[in-house]
């Protein structure tokens, strides 16, 4: 029996030793000739991409779960400030705080999803513009904003739908093409002049920014329902989703629909730098 179980050992210890040596052989052969490593990737190219795409979505799930929970804990909270241009109910119950910029085709899918909203929610949704304005123009656009709300509320949202609706007639006409057309929806051109030079606008324009930056926001459009932030032009019905949560927040949320896919920080928006 002595003998049995030392051949048995005998023979298990020399096991091992040859799967060591034939590691560290086949080590030394990838250490000496990765092209060989190279060669295998490429041709097992499909299979290894759609490794890293799996590992990429569920890496982005994980954030995206992380980011929400510790919004739930702790909700951002927006300043927003007397004399602020809003859409919907004054006080209502849940606050929509959008981030934009004039010149972010997304963002201009953004303001008609906000309508959307507004149309089968507005008796519970108060929907406040603010600026994530980074280029010379699209802060220019802002201060008119801003400016015409001053003179009439009305005017300043007749700006908003116009620019997104015309975007690249705007662009490429500039600043004198944004004076143009608040003075064609009834400016007073005099006032309009002293009051996009106003430093408390100035300030709003660029406090706006700052904020979003310091939400840790990455593109536009993004939007902050209820203290939760919503990254992009998702479809209404994300937003809608948001709502209901917010109005009951004693509930768990809801664990469906779009807000419960895997998404880039920034999806469906322009990504800022």
Same mark, same amino acid.
């Given at each position: ?21 034939? =590691?560290? +052989?086949?080590?030394?052969? %990838? #250490?000496?000739?990765? $092209?060989?490593?190279?060669?295998? !990737?490429? /041709?097992?190219? &499909? ?21 929400? =929970?510790? +919004?739930?804990?702790?909700? %951002? #909270?927006?300043?927003? $400030?007397?004399?602020?241009?809003? !859409?919907? /109910?004054?006080? &209502? ?181």
């Amino acid at each position: 029996m002595i003998i049995t179980a030392f051949l048995i050992f005998a023979l298990v210890g020399g096991a091992a030793q040859a799967a060591q040596n034939m =590691e560290d +052989e086949i080590r030394d052969i %990838l #250490k000496n000739h990765p $092209e060989i490593v190279i060669e295998a !990737l490429r /041709k097992e190219k &499909a299979s290894l991409l759609g490794l890293l795409e799996e590992a990429a979505r569920e890496r982005q799930q994980a954030e995206e779960t992380k980011r929400l =929970e510790e +919004e739930r804990k702790n909700p %951002l #909270k927006p300043v927003v $400030e007397p004399g602020r241009l809003f !859409l919907g /109910k004054a006080g &209502a119950p849940v606050l929509v705080v959008e981030y934009s910029d004039f010149f972010c085709h997304y963002c201009a899918a953004g303001a008609g999803i906000m309508k959307e909203l507004l149309a089968s929610r507005g008796d519970v949704v108060q929907v406040v513009f603010k600026h994530f304005a980074t280029d010379p123009l699209s802060r220019k656009a802002a201060l008119v904003f801003e400016a015409l709300g001053l003179q009439k509320p009305e005017m300043a949202w007749a700006f908003h739908d116009k620019v997104f609706a015309d975007q690249e007639k705007m662009a490429a006409g500039g600043e004198a093409a944004l004076r143009e057309l608040a003075l064609s929806l009834g400016a007073d051109a005099k006032r309009l002049d002293a009051d996009v030079k106003r430093p408390e606008l100035e300030k709003r324009v660029k406090d706006d920014t700052e904020e979003a930056r310091g939400f840790k926001f990455r593109g536009t459009p993004t939007f902050v329902v209820g203290g939760i932030s919503i990254r992009g032009a998702a479809p209404v019905g994300v937003f809608e989703d948001a709502v209901n949560q917010s109005l009951d927040k004693g509930k768990a949320p809801a664990d469906k629909g779009a807000r419960s896919e895997a998404k880039k920080d920034c999806e469906d928006c322009r990504e800022i730098k």
